[in-house]
Each structure stands twice: as structure tokens, then as C-alpha cells.
């Protein structure tokens, strides 16, 4: 069984920081690309990173090009998110995803308010 469990999130000013982490089990890991969505309150899902297997390639919505860095650790079985001068228009509920575009595969999400 797929699990994913998000963890980071929280409440940070505008302009700041947060890291999240996805640890995933269930699964080989390691053989999959991995992605990140996220979904503001009264909005869709709205996918925001993704990254090969093993790291070869990574890509970004536009809407946070420059700002968030994909990343992860095969070791560990962990997916991250960096996520830097934020803004609260990133506010929302931020998923791991194993298939961004089959829901049954994101983990719980872990919620991201960016307020002052």
C-alpha cells in the first residue's frame, strides 16, 4: 500500500522559509519520479514540482520557478520541498504524490499559510 506522509508546513512570513518533507513506504521508491500539488481553499489542485527517479531531471510550475527547489533522498525513502521567498499567494495545502494526477496516490497534505 502507497503512504505518504507530508510534514513541514506551518505559518511564515512573507518572504520566508519552509522546508517540507514526504516520507514514503509502500512502494519502490526509488523507481518512480515524484511530485509535489498543491490546493488553496475554493481552488483546484495546482501542480507545483516534479522530479525524476533519480534526480536527472526536475520541473517547476511557473509560478514558483526561482523561488522552490525539488529534491530527495533514495536512502531514505524521502521527498523535500524547499521553499524560499514565499509569498501569501502560496498559501495552501501541499501534497506529495507519487501520480500528481491520480489523487488516490497523495499523501494527507501539511498545511502552508503565509501570512504577516
Known amino acids: 500500500e502507497v503512504q505518504l506522509v507530508e510534514s513541514g508546513g506551518g505559518l511564515v512570513q512573507p518572504g520566508g522559509s519552509l522546508r517540507l518533507s514526504c516520507a514514503a513506504s509502500?512502494?519502490?521508491?526509488?523507481?518512480?519520479?515524484m511530485s509535489w500539488v498543491r490546493q488553496a481553499p475554493g481552488k483546484g489542485p495546482e501542480w507545483v514540482a516534479s522530479?525524476?527517479?533519480?534526480?536527472?531531471?526536475?520541473r517547476y510550475a511557473d509560478s514558483v520557478k526561482g523561488r522552490f527547489t525539488i529534491s530527495r533522498d533514495n536512502a531514505k525513502n524521502t521527498l523535500y520541498l524547499q521553499m524560499n521567498s514565499l509569498k501569501p499567494e502560496d498559501s495552501a495545502v501541499y501534497y506529495c504524490?507519487?501520480?500528481?494526477?491520480?489523487?488516490?496516490?497523495w499523501g494527507q497534505g501539511t498545511q502552508v499559510t503565509v501570512s504577516s
Open positions: 504524490a507519487k501520480d500528481s494526477s491520480d489523487k488516490s496516490t
Open positions: 509502500g512502494f519502490t521508491f526509488s523507481g518512480y519520479s
Open positions: 522530479i525524476g527517479s533519480y534526480s536527472g531531471w526536475r
